[in-house]
């Protein structure tokens, strides 16, 4: 069973449109980050977020999380063909320790001209 | 300051072979954490070592090994090959241990893909 859950899959998109992608788990988090992987590299941190509700913009990419610390989701607005990659969400279950830091499977996002 | 750097970058093995992986983290860094990522399962968490010290362990079988030296860089070792296997395998550093509270950033290199034939 995948602690976090990623949709969709996979999403091909032209120049211009908008999107969001989702990233839910039944498990609460005591913080979700939000990675990019791109072809042939390491993923890369976009953002963290820690508060319930918490919404953070990084430029044309918006982030929520959920207000029970359940869920997440990406939107981003106006997507680029510099947008194309695997977008990973990852967190650490609350009360867990020296937990690890868990990744859903990703989104894997096309963006074409 | 230089990335988490992981050799080799590529490498073919037939079954039966063991692979020894390498990971040197950023500067300062003395977490190291090593995950499998495959199309199917995504990232799987491996292990996680701090300060030569195996932290963590994820479920996978004994053929999956690794330790830490007191530079902080890291090795894993995975004998008896399985096509299975076949997979990149990522290293992430970070400055202090990823306990529960911990919301920073891992560090990830650029991965070693294997291929088992």
């Known amino acids: 069973t995948q602690l976090l859950e990623q949709s969709p899959q996979f999403l091909s998109i032209q120049e211009g449109e908008n999107l969001t992608v989702y990233c839910n788990s039944s498990?609460?988090?005591?913080?979700l980050q939000w990675y990019r992987q791109e072809p042939g590299e390491g993923p890369v941190l976009l953002v963290t977020?820690?508060?319930?509700?918490e919404v953070k913009k990084l430029k044309r990419l918006t982030f929520q999380f959920g207000d029970a610390r359940k869920d997440s989701s990406l939107h981003i607005t106006a997507a680029q063909p510099g947008d194309t990659g695997l977008y990973l969400c990852?967190?650490?279950?609350?009360?867990?320790?020296?937990?690890?830091?868990?990744f859903g499977k990703g989104t894997m996002l096309l963006v074409s001209p | 300051k230089a990335g988490v750097t992981q050799t080799p970058r590529y490498l073919i093995k037939t079954r039966g072979q063991q692979v020894t992986l390498s990971c040197s983290p950023i500067?300062?860094?003395?977490?190291v954490s090593w995950y499998q990522q495959t199309p199917g399962q995504g990232l799987q968490f491996l292990f996680e070592?701090?300060?030569?010290?195996?932290?963590n362990k994820g479920n996978f079988p004994g053929r999956f090994s690794g330790r830490q030296f007191s530079n902080s860089r890291s090795e894993m070792n995975v004998s008896t090959l399985e096509l299975g296997d076949s997979a990149l395998y990522l290293c992430?550093?970070?400055?202090?241990?990823?306990?529960?509270?911990?919301?920073?950033?891992?560090?990830f290199g650029e991965g070693s893909r294997l291929t088992v034939l």
């Open positions: 977020v820690v508060t319930g509700g």
């Open positions: 992430a550093s970070s400055p202090t241990s990823g306990g529960a509270t911990y919301t920073g950033e891992l560090f």
């Open positions: 500067s300062g860094h003395r977490s």
């Open positions: 070592y701090f300060s030569e010290t195996q932290r």
């Open positions: 990852a967190g650490r279950p609350m009360n867990s320790g020296y937990s690890t830091l868990t």
């Open positions: 498990s609460v988090f005591s913080s």
